[in-house]
């Protein structure tokens, strides 16, 4: 790279940071300089923070989550690590939870015209992640939110509550392979990209956004054990062996199993097709719509298949991935 290319390189990283810095509070200024910080991807850096690795607005959002949100009985929290699935268990809870409301085959349905993460918002982007207090009162009930943040993270807001959490979780391999693209997609246009080494560095020593990628997962899979009828831990895997029966799990999980007259008329088929990889892929809203007018929908949508890892692993990179999750994963009973 040349000299020049690096020097405005370094100045729009530093751009990009004071932007961050910008919709900080002050109190969440002085925080920062107390913190371990690392390199960022697509930010010039992210910070440890409560033991995950944040960007500075998200830890202003967790901050704020922490400080307001109190979960009521019938909220319903879908949790994941990025690039596990969420886009699509959001769907599916969507469109289980509202089907007396919206039939899963009207032509109209609001998974139809709109992207899954605007229906179910994220507390640390669409709810906390802005300075100003969001307004959680027109949110229908049950209300149905997604987040990225660990278990512990949200513990002390929702310990009181009934509320029910599913995670997706996805075997690292490809949970790293669809970050990397997603990673590098959404990255300022003028921002190095990462190779996939270096990102593989990073993933590995658990410095990347919402990691490390194990405090993520075992923080949920240890509460689904503990506490079956609060947390229920799906795989992606799994949804894509099987569908239709982890949609009836998932229903049953939050109270509103399908009834045989509803199995009868093909109503999990619907929601199945509803939801489904090519389906959504397709929509107008997904092909050219954006999240909170920043990232293109159509990014969340890329294979969408079990074992694209291995046309972009090498051997080092297998055996360094394998030998983390031995370490991090292992003896948990978790198997991928
Ligand atoms: P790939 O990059 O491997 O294709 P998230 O929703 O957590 O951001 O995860 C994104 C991953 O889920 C991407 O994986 C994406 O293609 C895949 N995905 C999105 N919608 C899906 C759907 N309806 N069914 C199956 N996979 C889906």
Redesign the pocket.
């Given at each position: 790279m040349a000299a020049t290319d690096k020097q405005s390189n370094v100045q729009l990283e530093k751009e990009a940071e004071d932007e961050e810095y910008e919709n900080c509070s002050q109190e969440c200024k002085d925080l920062l300089l107390s913190l371990p910080r690392e390199k960022g991807w697509g930010v010039p850096y992210i910070y440890l923070y409560q033991d995950i690795w944040l960007r500075p607005i998200r830890i202003q959002a967790i901050s704020t989550f922490q400080k307001q949100f109190q979960a009521k009985d019938s909220d319903i929290i879908v949790a994941?690590l990025?690039?596990?699935?969420?886009?699509?268990l959001k769907?599916l809870v969507f469109a289980i939870v509202n089907r007396n409301r919206f039939s899963p085959s009207q032509k109209n349905h609001p998974l139809l015209i709109s992207n899954s993460h605007d229906l179910v918002p994220y507390f640390e982007f669409h709810l906390y992640g802005k300075r100003q207090n969001p307004d959680l009162s027109n949110l229908p009930e049950p209300r149905l939110v997604g987040t990225h943040f660990p278990f512990h993270s949200i513990l002390d807001s929702i310990s009181k509550s009934k509320c029910k959490i599913i995670y997706i979780c996805r075997n690292p391999f490809?949970n790293f392979?669809?970050l990397w693209?997603?990673g590098n997609a959404i990255a300022p246009s003028t921002s190095p990209r990462l190779s996939w080494e270096e990102a593989l560095e990073r993933y590995s020593k658990g410095t990347i956004e919402f990691g490390p990628f194990w405090t993520n997962i075992l923080g949920y899979w240890r509460e689904s054990i503990e506490k079956p009828d609060k947390v229920l831990f799906l795989k992606y895997e799994d949804l894509?062996g099987d569908i239709k029966f982890h949609l009836k799990r998932v229903a049953e999980f939050l109270n509103c199993p399908f009834d045989s007259e509803e199995e009868g008329n093909g109503v999990i088929e619907n929601i199945i097709e509803l939801?489904?990889?090519g389906k959504?892929?397709e929509l107008e809203v997904n092909k050219a719509g954006k999240i909170l007018d920043r990232y293109e929908n159509k990014v969340?949508?890329?294979?969408?298949?079990v074992g694209?890892w291995v046309n972009h692993f090498s051997p080092w990179m297998e055996k360094k991935l394998s030998k983390t999750i031995e370490e991090k994963l292992g003896g948990y009973g978790l198997s991928f």
């Amino acid at each position: 790279m040349a000299a020049t290319d690096k020097q405005s390189n370094v100045q729009l990283e530093k751009e990009a940071e004071d932007e961050e810095y910008e919709n900080c509070s002050q109190e969440c200024k002085d925080l920062l300089l107390s913190l371990p910080r690392e390199k960022g991807w697509g930010v010039p850096y992210i910070y440890l923070y409560q033991d995950i690795w944040l960007r500075p607005i998200r830890i202003q959002a967790i901050s704020t989550f922490q400080k307001q949100f109190q979960a009521k009985d019938s909220d319903i929290i879908v949790a994941s690590l990025p690039k596990s699935g969420t886009t699509w268990l959001k769907a599916l809870v969507f469109a289980i939870v509202n089907r007396n409301r919206f039939s899963p085959s009207q032509k109209n349905h609001p998974l139809l015209i709109s992207n899954s993460h605007d229906l179910v918002p994220y507390f640390e982007f669409h709810l906390y992640g802005k300075r100003q207090n969001p307004d959680l009162s027109n949110l229908p009930e049950p209300r149905l939110v997604g987040t990225h943040f660990p278990f512990h993270s949200i513990l002390d807001s929702i310990s009181k509550s009934k509320c029910k959490i599913i995670y997706i979780c996805r075997n690292p391999f490809d949970n790293f392979v669809s970050l990397w693209y997603f990673g590098n997609a959404i990255a300022p246009s003028t921002s190095p990209r990462l190779s996939w080494e270096e990102a593989l560095e990073r993933y590995s020593k658990g410095t990347i956004e919402f990691g490390p990628f194990w405090t993520n997962i075992l923080g949920y899979w240890r509460e689904s054990i503990e506490k079956p009828d609060k947390v229920l831990f799906l795989k992606y895997e799994d949804l894509k062996g099987d569908i239709k029966f982890h949609l009836k799990r998932v229903a049953e999980f939050l109270n509103c199993p399908f009834d045989s007259e509803e199995e009868g008329n093909g109503v999990i088929e619907n929601i199945i097709e509803l939801c489904s990889f090519g389906k959504m892929k397709e929509l107008e809203v997904n092909k050219a719509g954006k999240i909170l007018d920043r990232y293109e929908n159509k990014v969340f949508f890329r294979k969408g298949e079990v074992g694209d890892w291995v046309n972009h692993f090498s051997p080092w990179m297998e055996k360094k991935l394998s030998k983390t999750i031995e370490e991090k994963l292992g003896g948990y009973g978790l198997s991928f």
